[in-house]
Every structure is written in structure tokens, then in C-alpha cells.
């Protein structure tokens, strides 16, 4: 009997040898089934996310162009005004500078602002009359 016995032991061990073996393979199946998913949800999601934000910049590159952005008249004089002092802080004898300030000004209504200026241009080029004139005229005289 006791090799019947050992018998049936070598059978049952086998038996759960197979029954864990089978067993660890349907996990690893499952892993497996469970990563593809996982990835094809995963680049699903990364593909739809792209697509849509191209689709986006897409559209709002079309709202732009059709769509012009109104920027006033007079922010554009206030930004070239700005500018121009900026550049007569550094340079303050600059004279394409104090030609522009003084023309933004007088585009803007601003007769006593363009008045230093074109002083200014008209004690450095005293030989320019035209700049004479334009004071004068700015001066009222």
C-alpha cells in the first residue's frame, strides 16, 4: 500500500502542479489583456486630445483672420509717443526721435506738448526752416 499511497501523492502534486500552473497562466493572460487595454486607452484618449487642440488652433487662427483685432487710433499715438521717450531718454539729442515725438503729438491735439520738441530740433539744426515754421505755426506766431 505505501507505494500506492506515494502513488497518489506524485498524482495529487502533479495534479496542483498543472492547477497552479494553469492558474498563473490565466494571470499572466489577464496582465496581458489588461495592458493592451490600458495602451490602446491611453493612446485612444492622447490621439482624441491632439485632434482636438489642433482643431482649436485651427479654428481660432480662422476667428483672427476673419475677426481684426480693433486697436484705437489713439492707443497706437500713445504707444509711438512712449516709444519715441524712451529713446530721448537715452539719446536725448536724437533727432528722428524728437521729429517723431513732435509729429504723434501734433497728431494727437497735443500743440503744447510737440512745442519742446521742435525747439529742441530747431536749436540743433538752426539752418532747417521748415522746423522754424512748424514751431511758429505750433506757437501760433
Not at 11 to 21: D, G, I, L, P, V
Not at 125 to 137: E, M, S, T
Request: glycine share 8%; net charge positive.
Amino acid at each position: 500500500m505505501p507505494g500506492k499511497q506515494r502513488r497518489q501523492e506524485l498524482a495529487m502534486e502533479s495534479t496542483q502542479k498543472k492547477s497552479s500552473s494553469s492558474r498563473v497562466h490565466r494571470s499572466d493572460r489577464i496582465k496581458q489583456i489588461f495592458a493592451l487595454v490600458s495602451m490602446v486607452s491611453f493612446g485612444g484618449s492622447a490621439i482624441f486630445g491632439v485632434v482636438s487642440l489642433f482643431s482649436r488652433g485651427l479654428s481660432s487662427q480662422h476667428q483672427q483672420k476673419s475677426a481684426p483685432v480693433a486697436v484705437s487710433q489713439e492707443s497706437l499715438l500713445a504707444a509711438q509717443e512712449r516709444g519715441y521717450q524712451t529713446v530721448l531718454q537715452r539719446e536725448p539729442q536724437n533727432q528722428t526721435a524728437l521729429e517723431g515725438l513732435a509729429n504723434v503729438r501734433l497728431q494727437m491735439n497735443n500743440q503744447v506738448g510737440a512745442i519742446e520738441p521742435l525747439e529742441k530740433l530747431v536749436k540743433l539744426n538752426p539752418d532747417r526752416a521748415d522746423y522754424k515754421a512748424l514751431l511758429g505755426q505750433v506757437k501760433g506766431k
